[in-house]
């Protein structure tokens, strides 16, 4: 069966923003879509809001109620390997015989009816697909896109083209997770970073690598890659390429980087069309250089010079990306989704130089406990970089405690003096009494939950 002829869509883990933004996808096409999600958050609430209906129990009848109104071969379950094999309901439905597939196969089959964009990296890839999607809509470029995060130039995490158009590109961030990326065959692909992550799936750093290696080899002969300056020297890459950096001499990159009123300015030299004194709306030069790369994919595309300057000055950036929450004269907000140890350091680099004589106060939540172990040393070092740290204690996502893995470990390995260890509820008390007056929030767990209450704080 092609992957609209289904009727009913059962998604386990829904609330993911890869998985929601699929969710979305069916229901645009009126299918009936239905999910279960560990918790109730504001993304479910809103896929509620637009017909999608959640759960939140692993409730075995209900769902058998649910699958008698349609014939087995109607039904396609799509799961995300964050819910363990182990979870109730999975388990029914894998013995019972129901088509089960990964949410990268399923996105692998949507992309194979469009043109592909696909940006990959252990960093960068959601900022550089929003971006990538809001330049091709800015030149009236027919897209679908399915990103990573909540775009703020559109509020949402799917953008829909028109399907009947032979020429409709689709961009999508391409997750190195569980090889997730190896279903996709893009024309245009673009490689961001490569550094060590996930190992509890890779085991090893060389096993990264090889598997960036593999996705670079999926592009279409005819097709595009592009690769950051560091990345092509660490791959063993033989296809043609196009490399682009920050500021070294590549055949795209950023000149005259200069910061004023916390924007950042610079010109981009291309061998397409060089482009003098542009602006990104969104700061950090982690995110300059994100921008080079999806410049260098609009210009593959024929986008001009002066579309691309506009869109780059009115890109809004994405929700929990070095996203301001509050920025007044006495306080500075932002929130970000950095999770590992060379996003820490990017983004409180970025903060530091938008922000130097500020005493900058990081609230980080470590994400997985593998994560933590394998990484132990590198975050110490980049939470050093903060004036000073507070640490929730290990999202453990998916996994179980490891024994010895802990906060209080990393804040031992910390050699800063101003670092503690707090719960949730104390942490809205110290800030409640100390007021700092540029707050940080980072991590990929559920540390969002903060912001609203934070914002509350602050802005009082």
Do not use: W
């Amino acid at each position: 069966m092609k992957i609209l002829d289904y009727k009913l869509y059962y998604f386990l883990g829904v609330g993911g923003i890869g998985m929601s933004a699929l969710a979305r996808y069916f229901n645009h096409y009126q299918k009936t879509v239905l999910g279960y999600d560990k918790t109730l958050t504001p993304l479910t609430r809103k896929l509620g809001e637009e017909g999608i209906k959640c759960h939140y129990e692993e409730d075995e009848i209900s769902l058998k109620k649910i699958l008698a109104d349609f014939s087995k071969e109607d039904v396609l379950v799509v799961y995300t390997p964050a819910v363990p094999l182990e979870h109730k309901e999975y388990q029914y439905l894998n013995d019972n015989g129901y088509k089960i597939l990964k949410r990268s196969q399923v996105l692998g089959e949507i992309t194979r009816q469009f043109k592909t964009i696909a940006i990959a990296g252990t960093h960068g890839k959601t900022t550089t697909t929003t971006l990538v999607t809001h330049l091709l809509k800015s030149a009236g470029i027919n897209c679908f896109s399915f990103m990573g995060g909540i775009s703020k130039n559109y509020n949402t995490n799917l953008l829909l083209g028109d399907v009947n158009d032979p020429e409709t590109y689709v961009v999508v961030e391409a997750d190195e997770y569980d090889r997730s990326f190896l279903t996709l065959e893009p024309e245009i692909a673009v490689i961001t970073s490569v550094d060590a992550d996930h190992l509890d799936i890779y085991g090893s750093a060389e096993s990264v690598k090889e598997g960036y290696t593999l996705f670079a080899n999926q592009v279409k002969k005819d097709g595009t890659l592009i690769v950051k300056k560091n990345v092509d020297n660490d791959l063993r890459l033989t296809n043609k390429r196009l490399i682009y950096s920050l500021n070294l001499d590549t055949e795209y990159c950023a000149r005259s980087i200069t910061i004023e009123d916390a924007q950042f300015f610079y010109d981009i030299q291309s061998p397409v069309e060089s482009i003098e004194r542009a602006v990104l709306g969104l700061p950090g030069m982690h995110n300059v250089e994100n921008s080079i790369a999806a410049v260098a994919i609009a210009q593959q595309l024929g986008i001009k010079g002066n579309v691309i300057k506009e869109a780059l000055r009115s890109f809004a950036g994405v929700k929990r990306r070095f996203d301001y929450r509050i920025r007044t004269e006495k306080v500075i907000y932002i929130d970000d989704y950095a999770h590992h140890p060379e996003e820490l350091k990017a983004t409180i680099g970025s903060v530091k130089s938008l922000y130097p004589k500020k005493k900058v106060t990081g609230i980080f939540q470590p994400h997985l406990f593998s994560r933590t172990k394998d990484f132990a040393d590198a975050f110490a070092e980049s939470l050093d970089l903060l004036d000073e740290c507070i640490l929730l204690e290990i999202y453990p996502a998916r996994e179980k405690p490891i024994e010895g893995i802990t906060s209080q470990m990393l804040i031992g390995k910390m050699k800063g003096m101003n670092k503690k260890v707090m719960s949730k509820p104390e942490v809205l008390e110290y800030v409640k009494l100390h007021k700092p007056e540029l707050l940080l929030t980072m991590g990929a767990g559920d540390v969002d939950g903060l912001i609203e209450p934070l914002e509350k704080i602050l802005g009082a």
